[in-house]
C-alpha cells in the first residue's frame, strides 16, 4: 500500500495570507490527524477527523481549520499567517475502522515558511 | 494531565555501540507507548509500540523498548547501533480518553552516532 502523501512538501507564503494544506491517508483509513511542528514547542497535535467529522481538536487558534472529504482525504488551512506559523505539518492516518484508537502512521509532512 | 519526557535532549555514541534512550510518560490507566524515529526533513517512523502483554516489545531496525510500569519508563534500546541509526527519536502516549487517535509527544532525544 502507498503511504500517506501529503502535498504540497514546501510551501513559501507571507504574514496575512492562507494556505491550504492536503493530506492523502493510507488507502482504507478513515482517521487524520494533523500536528505541527516546531524547534521550539516540538510536536503538538491540532486536530483529528474520522468519518469527516472533527473528533478531536488540540489547543490552536480558530485560524487553524481542518476538514475530511467522504474519500478521507483530509486538507488544513491556516487563516492570517503569522510568522510563528513556519513549521512542518505533519499528518498521520490509523485505520479505525470502528471508531477506536489505532496506531498512526505519519507522512513526509509540509514544510510552511512564513515571512 | 499526560505527558512524556524524554530527559536525553542529544546523545552520541560510537557506531557498534549499544544505545539507550530514555522515555518516561505520565499516565492514569495502562497507556499505549510508541516510539518514533525521524530522520531530517522526513515524516516520523514508528519503530515499536506496547498495548500490553509481554513488556519487552520488539521494533523494526533491531530496536527494542521494555515497559516498566513501576518506573513509568519507556526505553529504547538497540545492541549495536548503526550510522544509518543517527536521527531524532519521539517517544509518544496516546492521550487518554474516548475514541481519540490524538498522540503526546516527548520533546525528542537527536541521536548522533560517530565512526
Known amino acids: 500500500k502507498a503511504g500517506v502523501t501529503q502535498t504540497p512538501r514546501y510551501l513559501i507564503k507571507t504574514r496575512g495570507q492562507q494556505v491550504t494544506l492536503s493530506c492523502s491517508p493510507i488507502?482504507?483509513?478513515?482517521?487524520v490527524s494533523w500536528y505541527q511542528q516546531t524547534p521550539g514547542q516540538g510536536l503538538q497535535f491540532l486536530f483529528e477527523?474520522?468519518?469527516?467529522?472533527?473528533?478531536n481538536k488540540g489547543n490552536f487558534p480558530g485560524r487553524f481549520s481542518g476538514r475530511q472529504f467522504s474519500n478521507s482525504r483530509s486538507e488544513m488551512n491556516v487563516s492570517t499567517l503569522e510568522l510563528g506559523d513556519s513549521a512542518l505539518y505533519l499528518c498521520?492516518?490509523?485505520?479505525?475502522?470502528?471508531?477506536?484508537?489505532?496506531?498512526?502512521?505519519f507522512g513526509p509532512g509540509t514544510r510552511l515558511l512564513v515571512l | 494531565a499526560q505527558s512524556v519526557t524524554q530527559p536525553d535532549i542529544h546523545i552520541t555514541v560510537s557506531e557498534g555501540a549499544s544505545l539507550e534512550l530514555r522515555c518516561n510518560y505520565s499516565?492514569?490507566?495502562?497507556?499505549?507507548l510508541f516510539w518514533y524515529v525521524q530522520s531530517p526533513g522526513q515524516g516520523l517512523q514508528l519503530l515499536l509500540k506496547y498495548f500490553s502483554g509481554d513488556t519487552l516489545v520488539q521494533g523494526i531496525k533491531g530496536f527494542e523498548a521494555e515497559f516498566k510500569r513501576s518506573q513509568s519508563s519507556f526505553n529504547l534500546r538497540k545492541p549495536s547501533v548503526h550510522w544509518s541509526d543517527a536521527a531524532e527519536y519521539f517517544c509518544a502516549v496516546r492521550a487518554y480518553g474516548g475514541a481519540t487517535n490524538k498522540l503526546i509527544f516527548g520533546t525528542g532525544t537527536l541521536l548522533a552516532v560517530q565512526p
Open positions: 499516565y492514569g490507566a495502562t497507556p499505549y
Open positions: 477527523y474520522f468519518s469527516e467529522t472533527q473528533r
Open positions: 498521520a492516518s490509523s485505520a479505525s475502522n470502528r471508531g477506536l484508537w489505532e496506531t498512526q502512521y
Open positions: 488507502s482504507g483509513h478513515r482517521s
